[in-house]
């Protein structure tokens, strides 16, 4: 006999394609799994998400105020879920993870953007998810130059050459270094165990096949179902 024949492979093909059609819970998987992997990974995973939930403390009600707001939500990446003057408050809500962003507008905001100061502005972000708030923070500066350019009007246009008429102070929280493992490595954690457990307990099942102690398991007392999570059990105790 040829140490490899195709036709004798095509053969071996057909009879385990036509099982697998025969066994509609393998079929199952073998499509419903990945189209499920798909779906989860390629659309509730999202790099770039928007409308993140913000508190805005405004300590100056005056126009230019308003239109930073305003330029805030318009980026897409900021909601405004909570707008109010205590500084406390809007902190407390990102400590307990209500809010992602706390923005802190600087009284006297308006008059010392006519008078040219450059009033800093706070941003204060939860900083733990560094692929969620990177894009956001990435927005906020390319905003500086733009959020007040239709109300800096008439002799107010000499503000917009050269530097931005405020500065963003930007302080990350919980992650100031931006690393992304400590957000990556918990939600693998249970992806792999899952995964390393599923796939130790199929062999666990195999090897009482191919030692034959599979029928002298079935004819104890123990149940189908008390044989699988008997199975499962010291792999879940490992993990």
């Known amino acids: 006999m040829k140490w490899f024949s195709p036709a004798r492979t095509w053969a071996v093909f057909i009879k385990e394609f036509q099982q697998m059609l025969r066994d509609r819970l393998t079929f199952a998987m073998a499509v419903g799994v990945p189209v499920m992997q798909l779906i989860l990974f390629g659309y509730a995973i999202n790099t770039d998400p928007k ?8 300590a100056d009600a005056g126009p230019l105020a308003r239109s930073l707001v305003a330029s805030l939500q318009n980026t897409g990446y900021f909601k405004v879920v909570h707008q109010g003057t205590s500084e406390a408050e809007a902190d407390a809500l990102v400590a307990t993870g209500e809010v992602q962003f706390m923005i802190v507008i600087p009284p006297g905001f308006s008059r010392d953007v006519v008078r040219g100061e450059r009033p800093a502005v ?10 969620a708030s990177g894009n956001a923070i990435a927005a906020l500066g390319e905003m500086t130059n733009l959020a007040l350019r239709h109300d800096l009007t008439g ?9 931005a008429p405020f500065e963003l102070r930007i302080h990350r929280r919980y992650n100031p270094e931006g690393l992304s493992r400590y957000n990556i490595v918990p939600g693998l954690i249970g992806t792999i165990l899952t995964m390393t457990m599923v796939m130790l307990t199929s062999l ?6 191919e030692r034959g102690t599979m029928e002298n398991l079935l004819a104890t ?13 010291p792999y879940v105790v490992i993990g």
């Open 51 to 58: 409308g993140l939930p913000t508190a805005v403390i405004a």
């Open 122 to 131: 706070l941003v204060s972000v939860d900083a733990t998810d560094p692929s």
């Open 155 to 163: 002799p107010l246009q000499s503000l917009q050459k050269g530097a």
């Open 204 to 209: 666990a099942m195999t090897r009482e096949r």
């Open 221 to 233: 007392p123990v149940r189908p179902l008390e044989v699988m999570v008997g199975k499962i059990l």
